[in-house]
């Protein structure tokens, strides 16, 4: 089956530099999600990286090393509006529903 | 109206109640899901719904029944639940095919507490 390892929580100060890591392991792999959700919201998606290397989407970047199987989410140019858990996904082995990690919360102090 | 739109929002029911999660979808996505998301656990997927057809079960027990007339309305039929199932059940679609399924849109969810 497919289980994702991330981190509980991580704390920041406004304007800083973020990362969440993902270690990841599956049957089959088809790529990384990342989801945001914010207390008491829907989550919503953020990035999918299906290669290796880095994509870029604003102040927020996520990155995937399948040989590793381990990815993160940068988030640059911290605000308080992105205090809310995040979790990475894989898709399940027959491709049809997304498995996600326990999630990490980022709470961001000014 | 657009995205997914769950109701209703908060349920409060008791053990011997039946009752029912509606979602619908106006993305004209051919997948839906629920999950459940309780405090201090991950989204854990219940079912899979691809073109109407149930396509997966996790193990999921059977007070919990769902229910796909159509490719753009979802129902979770809920009887005789346990305190242990308040939680967060969260209604998602996608595209259903592929790799079209890592992004998934959400509903905001049915607060349920059984009591």
């Known amino acids: 089956g497919q289980s994702l390892e991330q981190p509980s929580e991580v704390t920041a100060v406004e304007g800083a530099i973020v990362q969440i890591n993902c270690t990841y392991q599956?049957?089959?792999?088809?790529?990384l999600s990342w989801y945001q959700q914010h207390d008491g919201g829907a989550p919503t998606f953020l990035s999918y990286?299906?290669?290796?290397g880095l994509e870029e989407t604003g102040r927020f970047s996520s990155f995937l090393s399948r040989s590793d199987s381990y990815g993160y989410l940068l988030l640059q140019e911290l605000q308080m509006k992105d205090s809310a858990s995040y979790f990475c996904?894989?898709?399940?082995?027959?491709?049809?529903?997304?498995?996600f990690g326990k999630g990490t919360t980022l709470s961001v102090s000014s | 109206e657009t995205g997914v739109t769950q109701t209703p929002r908060h349920l409060v029911m008791g053990m011997t109640n039946k009752k029912s999660l509606k979602c619908e979808q106006h993305l004209g996505h051919n997948a839906m899901y629920w999950y459940k998301q309780s405090a201090k656990k991950p989204l854990e997927l219940m079912f899979v719904?691809?073109?109407?057809?149930?396509?997966e079960n996790n193990s999921v027990p059977s007070r919990f029944s769902p229910e796909c007339p159509n490719s753009s309305h979802l129902f979770l039929h809920l009887h005789t639940l346990q305190p242990e199932d308040s939680a967060l059940y969260l209604c998602?679609?996608?595209?259903?095919?592929?790799?079209?399924?890592?992004?998934?849109?959400f509903g905001q969810g049915t607060r349920l507490t059984v009591v």
């Open positions: 990286n299906a290669l290796d």
């Open positions: 996904a894989v898709l399940n082995q027959a491709g049809t529903a997304l498995i």
């Open positions: 599956t049957s089959g792999f088809y790529g």
């Open positions: 719904y691809s073109l109407e057809e149930r396509v």
């Open positions: 998602a679609s996608s595209q259903g095919s592929g790799t079209m399924n890592t992004e998934a849109f």
